[in-house]
């Protein structure tokens, strides 16, 4: 295999965020996190002093959304439900930016925003994740095209002291011709773009659309350090079948090209 279990299972943030989601569905997925060793659950505000309790011990850490997930929140709520889930164990913070500031070029706003929720959640010994949204940004904004529109918040976030920057929220629906909604979330542009506009201090998280085994690969190979997902149970399933097969002399690498440049 190209990656060890390890190494990929530490990729993962299972998401735990589904508006349905009832107390107990969220208990049983963190159960799955521990079984599959993650990196984190990444889970509602409510939830993170019981996912404290239990995931103790497993290695496993708990992140919040915060301003989740279209990042209207005023600063002073978002600093406020960041001290909160501090308080109540989160080890990771996962914050959306003010979606509408950033297209209209309000720059300070959104630069303080990122750095007040930085510094609180810096503070408690948290790290923050930056949620960009990128299906809002195709067309770009505050007359910059898109891809010098994520550049720029890159840097910003940076500046203002995040430790990820974060393709989107996995909830950022937007509405299609058919009048129908959907997304594509993370995708390999988006990735190697955030990657090249920040420096090696700051990591990058896919999330929206990575859905299998050979999706999570690519985003390593991209050198994004964080993945959201919620098929965790899957994507490691297949791990240790393409393992075994390998063992067995079957020559499966795990290296398939299934996604393209679009979402996955």
Same mark, same amino acid.
């Given at each position: 295999?190209?990656?060890?279990?390890?190494?990929?299972?530490?990729?993962?943030?299972?998401? *735990?965020?589904?508006?349905?989601?009832?107390?107990?569905? *969220?208990?049983?997925?963190?159960?799955?996190?521990?079984?599959?060793?993650?990196?984190?659950?990444?889970?509602? @505000?409510?939830?993170? &002093?019981?996912?404290?309790? +239990?995931?103790?011990?497993?290695?496993?850490?708990?992140g919040a959304v915060?301003?989740? @997930?279209?990042?209207?929140?005023?600063?002073?709520? &978002?600093?406020?439900?960041?001290?909160?889930?501090?308080?109540?164990?989160?080890?990771?913070?996962?914050?959306?930016?003010?979606? /509408?500031?950033?297209?209209?070029?309000?720059?300070?706003?959104? $630069?303080?925003?990122?750095?007040?929720?930085?510094?609180? $959640?810096?503070?408690? %010994?948290?790290?923050?994740?930056?949620?960009?949204?990128?299906?809002?940004?195709? &067309?770009?904004?505050a007359g910059l095209?898109?891809?010098?529109?994520?550049?720029? *918040?890159?840097?910003?976030?940076?500046?203002?002291?995040?430790?990820?920057?974060?393709?989107?929220?996995?909830?950022?629906?937007?509405?299609? @011709?058919?009048?129908?909604?959907?997304?594509?979330?993370?995708?390999?542009?988006? *990735?190697? +773009?955030?990657?090249?506009?920040?420096?090696?201090?700051?990591?990058?998280?896919?999330? %929206?659309?990575?859905?299998?085994?050979?999706?999570?690969? &690519?985003?390593?190979?991209?050198?994004?350090?964080?993945?959201?997902?919620?098929?965790?149970?899957?994507?490691?399933?297949?791990?240790?079948?393409?393992e075994a097969a390998?063992?067995?002399?079957?020559?499966?690498? /795990?290296?398939?090209?299934?996604?393209?440049?679009?979402?996955?």
């Amino acid at each position: 295999m190209k990656y060890t279990y390890e190494e990929l299972a530490k990729m993962i943030d299972h998401s *735990l965020l589904h508006p349905t989601m009832t107390d107990q569905e *969220l208990e049983d997925g963190c159960k799955v996190a521990a079984k599959y060793q993650v990196a984190s659950v990444c889970i509602k @505000p409510y939830a993170v &002093k019981r996912a404290v309790e +239990l995931l103790q011990g497993s290695g496993v850490l708990v992140g919040a959304v915060i301003g989740f @997930p279209h990042g209207n929140s005023c600063t002073e709520s &978002k600093r406020y439900e960041t001290w909160l889930a501090c308080q109540d164990g989160a080890a990771e913070i996962d914050m959306v930016i003010n979606i /509408g500031k950033a297209l209209t070029g309000d720059w300070d706003y959104v $630069a303080n925003d990122i750095r007040v929720v930085c510094e609180e $959640a810096h503070r408690h %010994g948290a790290k923050v994740k930056v949620i960009f949204e990128n299906d809002y940004l195709t &067309k770009g904004g505050a007359g910059l095209d898109s891809d010098a529109f994520k550049k720029l *918040l890159c840097q910003i976030s940076e500046q203002a002291g995040a430790d990820w920057v974060k393709t989107s929220s996995g909830y950022g629906f937007v509405k299609q @011709p058919d009048g129908g909604y959907n997304y594509k979330g993370a995708t390999e542009h988006d *990735l190697a +773009l955030m990657r090249a506009s920040v420096s090696a201090k700051v990591q990058v998280k896919a999330a %929206g659309g990575v859905r299998d085994l050979d999706g999570l690969i &690519k985003v390593r190979d991209l050198s994004g350090s964080r993945c959201g997902a919620t098929a965790t149970a899957a994507m490691m399933d297949e791990y240790r079948r393409r393992e075994a097969a390998e063992k067995a002399g079957q020559g499966q690498d /795990g290296c398939g090209g299934a996604i393209g440049a679009g979402g996955y």
